[in-house]
């Protein structure tokens, strides 16, 4: 556009905005006046503008569309705020001042793959989080089971940022509720922390993420930065509300689910099984979901009498990741060479050795033991999880709690090390397992498809598989396998146990009754013992493999 048409131009508009008030102001003259003012005007000279003014009215009304149209586009793609949608996927999207997305970026391949499908640039910040959760939802990034949802917001206006704070969780949880998903939503406003920026930058985590971790690691100092990176945002949800950890400035909303793992009531199980310590015995108990190198535990600790016992538990697994007990009681003298070296005697069978020690388990399976300690394995500490609880592992993790069949369990040593062998059928197929008999680890399975005929399972009174000549009327019929009944403790053994818990001696109770009964479809046992003392009730079950007092009632 050339100098004299903007000088056109300006002058139309000028002419179009103002009013003409000059043919007004004359009729409100008599004749003489009106005459006067006509003749004055014509003998004025006019004044002619000069060039350079020209130049310089042309260039001040460019530079005013410039400055308009400039500032108009600035507020349409700066960004002033940032909203990062933390899952497992990682989302951040950047808001202009009118809320609209001006930049969405993935933090990870699947964050990228999953916004390659969104069109969210211009989009409100509202719609643009609706189609990031509804894409979450399709892509199962977020379930019943996976519910936690971090959403940090960075805004250099304090009251701005909380208000799109609470903004997004309230839309957060409206698209996971319409969807039938319960959210817990952790939500924080991040500041600029020079040291939290590194720390994301060194893990490849969003700035969300490291500042949420930061803070928890400096209130728990057993929690390791690098480890809890690793994690999902569930997972680190769940570690923050077990340890009760009061995180200043992040906000929770909802429950957290914890379906992916085993809880808290079976991690004790385990731990009392594992230990022979009854849970009615245990004295300053504590059970927290904890990480170690990036994987899930359940960390626990309890006491009975002067032994002190803590116990890490795989918290999918339910395998025995490490333990360890200290148990203060007068022990043998030791040598100067066994003191030095820091190494023990261990013992089998009914030893009462004492001492104190950690176990230890690779991600192999191996486990390593240090310090001067042993085991004690009468119906106090035992080095082994028992058939039960090998069992147990076996069909916890082939999800065959229920309708398995054809069980058989068998403990054999391969290259010096203790596993359990178990064998079910179950939903068509026959499943092999190989648990390590010390930390309850599954090392090898293994789920071979029956044929067709095979895949219904037995009637009862076809289970007897053995070819030997059938036993005497008036003995019981053998079981399938030998070894399931090899070791069991007496009846006088379990009666004596039932006794001593309940601080009672035989003359003094009635109705006492000891029966063999079978667990896990007949393949284990355990004592039933029953017995009455001044109108009360006793009830024991007691493992007849180890003396475990599994459960007790009075009634």
Not at 190 to 195: F, L, Q
Not at 326 to 332: C, E, L
């Amino acid at each position: 556009m050339h100098e004299k048409d903007i000088t056109e131009r300006l002058k139309l508009a000028v002419q179009e905005a103002t009013p003409d008030v000059f043919s007004h102001i004359l009729t409100s003259l008599d004749a003489k006046e009106r005459t006067a003012a006509l003749l004055d005007i014509q003998d004025k000279p006019r004044k002619r503008t000069s060039p350079v003014m020209k130049r310089l009215a042309a260039a001040a009304a460019v530079l005013l569309v410039l400055v308009t149209g400039g500032w108009a586009a600035f507020s349409r793609y700066n960004a002033v705020a940032t909203v990062e949608l933390d899952v497992n996927p990682c989302i951040t999207l950047r808001t202009n001042r009118k809320n609209a997305i001006v930049a969405a970026d993935g933090m990870n391949p699947e964050a990228q793959t999953l916004l390659s499908k969104l069109d969210l640039k211009n989009k409100s910040i509202d719609t643009g989080v609706k189609s990031v959760f509804l894409s979450l939802l399709a892509e199962h990034y977020i379930d019943e089971n996976q519910n936690s949802v971090l959403v940090s917001i960075a805004n250099s206006n304090e009251k701005r940022g909380a208000q799109l704070q609470q903004k997004m969780v309230s839309q957060v949880q409206t698209v996971l509720h319409s969807n039938h998903v319960e959210a817990a939503v952790i939500s924080q406003v991040i500041p600029s922390d020079k040291r939290v920026q590194e720390l994301a930058a060194q893990n490849g985590i969003s700035l969300g993420k490291a500042t949420l971790i930061d803070k928890m690691v400096s209130q728990d100092g057993n929690l390791n930065f690098k480890d809890v990176a690793k994690l999902s945002i569930n997972d680190i949800s769940l570690i923050a509300q077990t340890k009760n950890l009061e995180l200043n400035g992040i906000s929770f909303s909802g429950s957290t689910n914890s379906g992916n793992y085993i809880g808290e009531d079976s991690a004790k199980a385990i731990a009392s099984t594992h230990a022979g310590v009854p849970l009615l015995q245990w004295k300053n108990a504590s059970c927290t979901l904890d990480c170690r190198g990036g994987e899930m535990i359940y960390s626990l600790s309890f006491a009975r009498g002067t032994q002190n016992f803590s116990y890490e538990i795989d918290a999918k697994s339910g395998a025995v990741v490490s333990h360890q007990n200290d148990v203060q009681q007068p022990t043998k003298p030791v040598t100067p060479s066994q003191a030095n070296s820091g190494s023990g005697s261990t013992t089998s069978g009914t030893g009462s050795n004492t001492g104190s020690g950690t176990s230890t388990v690779s991600p192999t399976g191996s486990t390593s033991g240090t310090g001067s300690g042993t085991k004690r394995t009468n119906n106090v500490f035992s080095p082994l999880i028992g058939l039960a609880r090998a069992t147990e592992i076996a069909l916890t993790h082939a999800k065959a709690l229920v309708g398995a069949y054809g069980l058989s369990v068998d403990a054999s040593k391969e290259d010096g090390k203790e596993i359990y062998t178990v064998t079910f059928k179950s939903d068509g197929k026959r499943y092999t397992y190989k648990i390590d008999a010390v930390s309850g680890r599954v090392l090898d399975w293994l789920a071979e498809q029956l044929e067709p005929e095979s895949t219904k399972k037995p009637p009862a009174t076809k289970r007897e598989t053995t070819t030997k000549k059938p036993e005497p009327p008036t003995q019981k019929p053998t079981t399938t396998k030998q070894n399931t009944t090899r070791g069991l403790i007496s009846a006088g053994k379990a009666k004596e146990i039932a006794l001593n818990h309940a601080k009672l001696k035989e003359k003094d109770v009635s109705k006492l009754d000891v029966e063999l009964d079978r667990r896990f479809f007949g393949v284990l046992y355990q004592y039933e013992v029953v017995f009455s003392y001044q109108g009360k009730k006793y009830q024991y079950d007691i493992d007849a493999y180890n003396g475990y007092i599994i459960d007790s009632q009075v009634e």
